[in-house]
C-alpha cells in the first residue's frame, strides 16, 4: 500500500513516516522545503506547496492513502496566510486526490480548547477545513477520516516541549489560575498509533474522532512544573489570573502587529492552558482498538532523556 504524507517535515508528519517505514509501507513524503536532518532513506520526498494545486500532481500517483499533516501552526499571524495554507491548502488536496482516486484521506485536525470569543487564525481554519470535508464526505462520499489530537508531545516536540522549555529557562513564564487547566497529553508514538489503525480499520469512513492518552487528571501545573524541575531543579513560582493573562496576551498581539515582536504568550494559548474539558477516547478505542501505550510518566521520561541527549538541559 503507498501513502502520501503531507507535511513530512513536521512533527507529526515525520513521525509518522519513520513508523510507515518501519511497518513496511511505501511512503511518499510531501515537504515545503528540502530536508537534511529528518529525512529516512528509503522515503520518496516530493517538494511542493498545497497552496500550488499544480505541484501536488506528481505526489499523488500511484498513492492509497492520503495523511494529510501539513499545517501553518501558530496562534497568532495575518489570518490570510492560515486561510491560504490551512483551508485552501486543504481543498487543493481534496482536489488532486479525486483525480488520483485514492481510499482513504486521513486528515490530522485538532481538539477545540477555546472558548468561540477568541479569535485564533489557526483554531479557525482548521474548524473550516473539517466542516469542508465533513460536506465533502456527505456530498460526494469523499473518503475522510478526521483524526482530533490533543496536546502532542514527546522526543523533538517543538510545540508543547521545547518552546515552554526555552520559556522557563529565560523565566518568561507563570502558571495560570494556579495551573488548574486540563493538559490534554497525547504522546506522540500513541498518536502514530492510532493513525496507522485508521488505514485498514472498516467502517471509520466520515468519522471524527479524538485522540489523547486517555487520562485528564494530568494539569497544566504539573506538567509545567515537571518541565521547570527537570530544566531548573525548582517548581514555576509566578501565577496570574485568567483575566489578566487574557489582558497580557492581547496586549502582546498589538506588538507583534505593529513591531513584529513574537509574542510569548496569547490569548489563545491562555485559553488552552485553562481548559477544564474533558476528553473521551471511548470512540478510538472502539472504532480504532485504539489503546494508548505510553503513559504521562513513561513519556516524561523519554522526554526527560531526549532532552538531556539533545544539549537542552
Known amino acids: 500500500m503507498r501513502c502520501l504524507v503531507t507535511g513530512a517535515g513536521g512533527y507529526i508528519g515525520s513521525s509518522l513516516v519513520k513508523r510507515l517505514v518501519k511497518e513496511n509501507f511505501d511512503i511518499v513524503g510531501l515537504i515545503h522545503k528540502s ?25 499523488l500517483n500511484d498513492i492509497d492513502i492520503v495523511f494529510h499533516c501539513a499545517a501553518l501552526v501558530k496562534d497568532f499571524g495575518p489570518e490570510e496566510q492560515f486561510y491560504n495554507v490551512n483551508f485552501n491548502g486543504t ?26 470569543k477568541i ?26 477520516i478526521i483524526i482530533r489530537p490533543g496536546n502532542v508531545y514527546g522526543p523533538r516536540a517543538n510545540t508543547w516541549v521545547l518552546k515552554p522549555l526555552k520559556s522557563i529557562q529565560k523565566n518568561r513564564i507563570a502558571l495560570v489560575d494556579g495551573g488548574d487547566g486540563i493538559f490534554l497529553h497525547t504522546y506522540i508514538e500513541n498518536l502514530i498509533d492510532a493513525l496507522i489503525s485508521s488505514i485498514k480499520k472498516p467502517g471509520i469512513i466520515g468519522e471524527t474522532i479524538e485522540i489523547t492518552d486517555g487520562d485528564n487528571s494530568i494539569t497544566w501545573g504539573r506538567y509545567l512544573n515537571d518541565l521547570s524541575i527537570i530544566s531548573r531543579g525548582f517548581t514555576i513560582k509566578k501565577n496570574f489570573s485568567k483575566n489578566f493573562a ?37 470512540k478510538a478505542k472502539n472504532l480504532l482498538s485504539y489503546s494508548p501505550k505510553i ?5 516524561m521520561v523519554e522526554v526527560n532523556n531526549w532532552l538531556k541527549n539533545e544539549g537542552f538541559i
Open 246 to 282: 487574557l489582558k497580557i496576551g492581547k496586549f502582546m498581539l498589538i506588538l507583534n502587529k505593529i513591531f513584529k515582536i513574537d509574542p510569548w504568550v496569547t490569548p489563545a494559548a491562555v485559553n488552552i492552558l485553562t481548559n477544564k474539558k474533558q476528553i473521551s477516547i471511548e
Open 35 to 59: 530536508l537534511s536532518d529528518i529525512s529516512v532513506p528509503s522515503v520518496n520526498y516530493i517538494e511542493g506547496d498545497i497552496t500550488d494545486i499544480h505541484s501536488l500532481k506528481k505526489a
Open 119 to 144: 479569535k485564533n487564525p489557526y483554531a479557525k481554519t482548521k474548524a473550516m477545513a473539517e466542516d469542508f470535508l465533513i460536506d465533502e464526505y456527505k456530498n460526494e462520499r469523499f473518503p475522510v
Open 295 to 299: 503513559n504521562y510518566d513513561e513519556g
Open 91 to 116: 481543498k487543493n488536496i481534496v482536489s488532486a486526490c479525486k483525480y488520483a482516486e485514492i481510499k482513504r484521506f486521513i486528515y490530522i485536525s485538532r481538539i477545540k480548547q477555546e472558548d468561540n
